[in-house]
């Protein structure tokens, strides 16, 4: 799990091929991680 959520495959799809920025993709990753391992959906503002 700490591969798909910090691994350079999941940035660079992010990034390069979806167009998100480093700071959308950091965010929605921190957020991912963290209902992985805790169960804890974290719900913001916006899109990403």
């Known amino acids: 799990?700490?591969?798909?959520?910090?691994?350079?495959?999941?940035?660079?799809?992010?990034?390069?091929?979806c167009g998100w920025s480093w700071d959308d993709a950091e965010r929605w990753l921190a957020r991912q991680a963290v209902t992985i391992f805790t169960g804890v959906r974290v719900v913001t503002e916006g899109n990403i």
Request: glycine content about 12%; aromatic content about 30%; hydrophobic content about 55%.
């Open 1 to 17: 799990m700490l591969w798909f959520c910090f691994g350079f495959g999941t940035w660079r799809t992010l990034v390069k091929e």
